[in-house]
């Protein structure tokens, strides 16, 4: 069992700069697959980063590349996004979320753990 914690959700203007962390319970996180997910009001979540067991393979979303990004501090059992260049288009609920195959997906069910979520507010 991993139990996953967001924090570093918060208020900003568009422009501004946010990094959302993702502490992992449990000894296996540095062989576990890490996303982060979001979810808009009246929208269904989405994909936004991930990044493999090893941190050698990255992914992002198309609407977030170049813009974000996704890194993992084994020794800390931490999950990092760091977010730049916000847009009032970003304002969501941030969700990570682990996969037990080590895999770095953009796959909602292939993640096995989730968090509860971080509130992030982009103001133009």
């Known amino acids: 069992q991993v139990q996953l914690v967001e924090s570093g959700g918060g208020s900003v203007q568009a422009g501004g700069s946010l990094r959302l962390s993702c502490v992992a319970s449990?000894?296996?996180?540095?062989?576990?697959?890490m996303g982060w997910f979001r979810r808009a009001p009246g929208k269904e979540r989405e994909f936004v980063a991930a990044?493999?067991?090893?941190?050698?393979?990255?992914y992002y979303a198309d609407s977030v590349k170049g813009r974000f990004t996704i890194s993992r501090d084994s020794a800390k059992d931490t999950l990092y996004l760091q977010m730049s260049f916000l847009k009032p288009e970003d304002t969501a609920v941030y969700y990570c979320?682990?996969?037990?195959w080590g895999m770095g997906t953009m796959k909602t069910l292939e993640y096995d753990y989730w968090g509860q979520g971080t509130q992030v507010t982009v103001s133009s």
């Open positions: 990044i493999s067991w090893s941190g050698g393979s990255e």
């Open positions: 449990g000894r296996a996180f540095r062989s576990y697959g």
């Open positions: 979320a682990a996969n037990r």
